[in-house]
């Protein structure tokens, strides 16, 4: 029902207000160095003095679920941001369990399954402990790292099965945006994996086996294109309604990346003129995820003495 | 039951309808701006006195109705003389209030939502109070013109001489 959202969608509008704005990032990105870009984002209420540029970002992750905790009664219908967390932390967990190490630092807090419970279910080698989700995954990444220590094939098994959960569970919450997002993040995803596959001469067994399927993507034609070279994958590319990911690919994995995330972006912006239902949550929640994203960026290239330039070519565009 | 007052029953269940109609339109709408108009104020309380004015507008109807229903019992004697009406009296008095029933409940739903995103436009920006309060009041018009015809045929139904 889409009353039930309207106080939350109301106090979001408040909230988009101190949004990140696209002059701010140039603001920030005209930084000399990564302690004036922190002190701008201190002056913008992020983080606090003494806080290091992870320990913000982290903070500000945080600050986003605890706003929306505030807001909405449950929080599963969001779970869908939540699985690419709980995937990778299947992946540590599993090279954790084969390595029989403790690595402290390698899992992700934020997520739907407490990555204590992934490590105890694998070394007890008891996977109905994992959602169904999660199951096979979980088992057929395992047992495929024990017989063959492919840990490629591993991580590919894993980012299928976490690219499948997102679309799913997209369709499945009746929500037009989550429904987009969770096509949106598994479309990318197969073409990021069946370029990297292509360039490094994988096969196609290997590809069917790494892509999700997808509504707007035919997994067969993009794993035929991908193993017969870069052309074939942009001959289809141009196919479909994502030939625009073609140019980007050409320039360079991060400008593809950067596209992915933008395309995002201008498919969410229409949520804030929606003044009903869930999709304009969803929307904060992606656009303060972006904004996150696009200042880690910026602080990263500070950081790293990276030219403007070449960071400017990476930042996201804004929801605001 | 007495046929006498059938047309009595009529003109009653006609007045109940214009009261029950719009004030159950107007309570939800009033509803769904009031947490509109509550999220607006966690965000910011200074905005209270502009938002409330927003969430009051779904409200109209229902004082509209109340006046159908009170202009109908006064007409049929209910409040004060005979309430010896006829059939025929009794369902011109029941279609009469029927506009202000129906386009009372439908109208105050759709200001609701007109409401709630102008008070989300005020939530983004203050400056926007006069020109956000138009949209819903635009939704207003309709009310009226069901509670003026409303009115009218109550007014006109003694001049009938039935």
């Not at chain 2, 509109?36 to 229902?62: C, K, M, N, W, Y």
């Amino acid at each position: 029902m889409t009353d039930k959202y309207i106080y939350a969608v109301t106090s979001i509008r408040g909230k988009e207000l101190k949004l990140l704005s696209r002059t701010f990032m140039e603001q920030l990105l005209a930084s000399p160095d990564e302690a004036s870009a922190l002190s701008l984002l201190r002056d913008k209420g992020w983080g606090e003095d003494g806080q290091s540029a992870e320990e913000i970002l982290a903070l500000e992750e945080e600050k986003t679920w605890k706003v929306i905790r505030e807001l909405v009664p449950d929080m599963s219908v969001f779970d869908v941001f939540l699985y690419e967390n709980d995937f990778h932390n299947l992946k540590a967990a599993i090279k954790e369990t084969l390595t029989q190490g403790t690595h402290p630092g390698i899992y992700i807090g934020q997520g739907t399954v407490p990555w204590e419970t992934m490590q105890k279910a694998l070394t007890e080698r008891d996977f109905g402990k994992f959602p169904e989700r999660m199951k096979h995954a979980a088992k057929e990444a395992l047992d495929v790292l024990l017989t063959t220590r492919d840990g490629q094939l591993c991580d590919c098994i894993i980012d299928s099965a976490a690219l499948d959960a997102i679309r799913q569970a997209g369709k499945a919450s009746g929500s037009e945006l989550l429904a987009l997002y969770g096509e949106l993040r598994c479309v990318t995803g197969d073409i990021n994996i069946a370029y990297r596959a292509g360039k490094n001469g994988k096969d196609k067994a290997f590809l069917l086996r790494s892509l999700a399927p997808c509504e707007t993507l035919n997994r067969d034609s993009l794993a035929e294109a991908a193993v017969h070279g870069e052309d074939a994958l942009f001959a289809y590319l141009e196919r479909t309604p994502y030939k625009a990911a073609v140019a980007e690919l050409s320039d360079s994995v991060a400008a593809f990346e950067r596209w992915c995330d933008d395309l995002l972006i201008e498919k969410i912006r229409p949520q804030r003129t929606n003044p009903f239902g869930l999709d304009p949550l969803a929307a904060y929640i992606l656009a303060r995820r972006n904004e996150i994203k696009t200042a880690r960026i910026i602080l990263t290239g500070k950081r790293n003495d990276l030219p403007d330039d070449m960071i400017r070519g990476r930042i996201r565009k804004t929801y605001v | 039951m007495d046929t006498n007052n059938i047309g009595l029953f009529f003109a009653l269940a006609g007045a109940a309808i214009a009261a029950f109609m719009a004030g159950a339109g107007s309570a939800i709408g009033v509803g769904r701006a009031g947490q509109a108009a509550a999220g607006a104020v966690s965000e910011d309380p200074s905005l209270f006195v502009r938002v409330l004015i927003l969430q009051l507008l779904p409200g109209t109807q229902g004082i509209y109705g109340l006046l159908i229903a009170f202009l109908t019992l006064m007409n049929i004697g209910i409040m004060g003389g005979s309430g010896d009406i006829s059939l025929t009296e009794g369902l011109l008095y029941l279609a009469a209030c029927l506009p202000m029933g129906i386009v009372g409940f439908f109208s105050a739903i759709g200001q609701s939502g007109a409401s709630v995103a102008a008070i989300q436009l005020v939530t983004k920006d203050p400056s926007q109070f006069g020109r956000s309060m138009i949209f819903p009041v635009m939704v207003e018009t309709y009310a009226i013109l069901a509670l003026l015809i409303s009115i009218l045929s109550i007014f006109g139904i003694p001049g009938l001489g039935l």
